[in-house]
């Protein structure tokens, strides 16, 4: 069982998102993930890396942290802020719902993660930030084909 | 992210390439809706082929030109979408207000 891990922490600044998901698919590449796959991933980690600079740090700035690790052929990834939090976690994940409509948010970044990854945990504390969880087996499309 | 956009009469063809997330969604905006304000414009033929990376934030930038469009009695048309965006695109329902194109 091969296991590895790494953490950086960036400013919220939306030049980061482009930085944060090249880096975890950087990471993931020893895991010898499918085109497919990584895209998987790099879509996954720009939602959730958005959702804390737009909706965590309301734009105005803070610190987002991702964790990532590979536990045998499963990638997890998390992604940290210290924003003002989720008062209604199922709400949120709901399809369509964006509590930033004149952004023209589309409120699919949830749904898209969801679809992208086996597994999404949302864990938030209104005032304190929020920590989303994902995860996703690397290598199932080779194994079953 | 870059874009070319080509008008010609009633229509507006965009072609959008490289990656579109919330960082460069501002551009892609700006860009369309300076041509948009022109009121003649029915049409907007959405081409991406080039486009290799785009989040639920590229969404946004689709519905809300939708809304503009639409809102004078045009349509906008998709096309050239790679798996992923597509998938994206399905999962929003963005071909049942925007029509598929083969290019």
Same mark, same amino acid.
């Given at each position: 069982?091969?296991?590895?891990?790494?953490?950086?922490?960036?400013?919220?600044?939306?030049?980061?998102?482009?930085?944060?998901?090249?880096?975890?698919?950087?990471?993931?590449?020893?895991?010898?993930?499918?085109?497919?796959?990584?895209?998987?991933?790099?879509?996954?980690?720009?939602?959730?890396?958005?959702?804390?600079?737009?909706?965590?740090?309301?734009?105005? %700035?803070?610190?987002?942290?991702?964790? *990532?690790?590979?536990? %045998?052929?499963?990638?997890?990834?998390?992604?940290?802020?210290? %924003?003002?939090?989720?008062?209604?976690?199922?709400?949120?994940?709901?399809?369509?719902?964006?509590?930033?409509?004149?952004?023209?948010?589309?409120?699919?970044?949830? *749904?898209?993660?969801?679809?992208?990854?086996?597994?999404?945990?949302?864990?938030?504390?209104?005032?304190?930030?929020?920590?989303?969880?994902?995860?996703?087996?690397?290598?199932?499309?080779?194994?079953?084909? | 992210?870059?874009?070319? &956009?080509?008008?010609?009469?009633?229509?507006?063809?965009?072609?959008?390439?490289?990656?579109?997330?919330?960082?460069?969604?501002?551009?892609?905006?700006?860009?369309?809706?300076?041509?948009?304000?022109?009121?003649?414009?029915?049409?907007?033929? &959405?081409?991406?082929?080039?486009?290799?990376?785009?989040?639920?934030?590229?969404?946004?930038?689709?519905?809300?030109?939708?809304?503009?469009?639409?809102?004078?009695?045009?349509?906008?048309?998709?096309?050239?979408?790679?798996?992923?965006?597509?998938? &994206?695109?399905?999962?929003?329902?963005?071909?049942?207000?925007?029509?598929?194109?083969? &290019?």
């Amino acid at each position: 069982m091969v296991s590895n891990e790494m953490s950086i922490t960036f400013p919220a600044l939306s030049r980061n998102e482009a930085f944060a998901r090249s880096v975890a698919a950087a990471f993931m590449v020893q895991l010898d993930p499918t085109i497919e796959e990584l895209t998987d991933v790099r879509t996954a980690i720009s939602e959730a890396v958005t959702n804390a600079i737009i909706h965590g740090y309301s734009q105005k %700035g803070g610190t987002v942290r991702m964790d *990532c690790s590979i536990d %045998g052929d499963v990638f997890t990834a998390t992604i940290t802020d210290k %924003g003002r939090g989720i008062a209604d976690i199922e709400q949120a994940m709901q399809p369509f719902f964006t509590s930033a409509p004149d952004l023209e948010r589309s409120g699919m970044g949830f *749904c898209v993660m969801q679809a992208f990854m086996d597994s999404v945990d949302v864990k938030s504390t209104p005032g304190e930030g929020t920590k989303v969880t994902m995860t996703k087996r690397i290598g199932l499309v080779r194994a079953d084909g | 992210m870059q874009m070319e &956009i080509e008008a010609a009469g009633d229509r507006l063809t965009a072609r959008i390439k490289g990656e579109l997330d919330h960082h460069s969604a501002a551009q892609a905006r700006a860009q369309l809706d300076a041509l948009l304000t022109d009121e003649r414009i029915r049409e907007l033929r &959405i081409d991406l082929r080039g486009l290799t990376f785009m989040d639920s934030s590229g969404l946004g930038v689709i519905l809300g030109r939708y809304r503009v469009i639409a809102g004078r009695g045009g349509r906008v048309l998709i096309g050239g979408a790679n798996r992923a965006i597509d998938r &994206i695109l399905r999962m929003a329902g963005i071909y049942t207000l925007a029509e598929h194109m083969d &290019i």
